[in-house]
Nanobody, 120 residues
Framework: QVQVVESGGGLVQAGGSLRLSCAAS????????MGWYRQAPGKQRELVAA???????NYADSVKGRFTISRDNAKNTVYLQMNSLKPEDTAVYYCNADLIVTTLQKYNYWGQGTQVTVSS
């Protein structure tokens, strides 16, 4: 079994910062790409940032220069440092992981989501 668990959400004022963490655990052989998505009320889920196992990153235009994604391969963990937060960043943030389990099958897992609320 595999678990993907996010942490670090909360309430922050505009201009503030939050750091999200997401750890994959269980019967994992390796974790490939990991990413953060978000879904605001009434909107579709969208990619925020993604990172390959080798460290290549990709960001949504709306967060470039404010958010930084990073990972620790030894801990199967991905982070999202969010600075200069805006009210429009308010959403449920979901972690996504492409991984290979110990039976060498590939799976894509989603975390349960963590709420980020930015007040104006």
């Amino acid at each position: 079994q595999v678990q993907v668990v996010e942490s670090g959400g909360g309430l922050v004022q505009a201009g503030g910062s939050l750091r999200l963490s997401c750890a994959a655990s269980g019967s994992i052989f390796s974790v490939n790409a990991m990413g953060w998505y978000r879904q605001a009320p009434g909107k579709q889920r969208e990619l925020v940032a993604a990172i390959t196992r080798g460290g290549m990153t990709n960001y949504a235009d709306s967060v470039k220069g404010r958010f930084t994604i990073s990972r620790d391969n030894a801990k199967n963990t991905v982070y999202l440092q969010m600075n200069s937060l805006k009210p429009e960043d308010t959403a449920v943030y979901y972690c996504n992981a492409d991984l290979i389990v110990t039976t060498l099958q590939k799976y894509n897992y989603w975390g349960q989501g963590t709420q980020v609320t930015v007040s104006s």
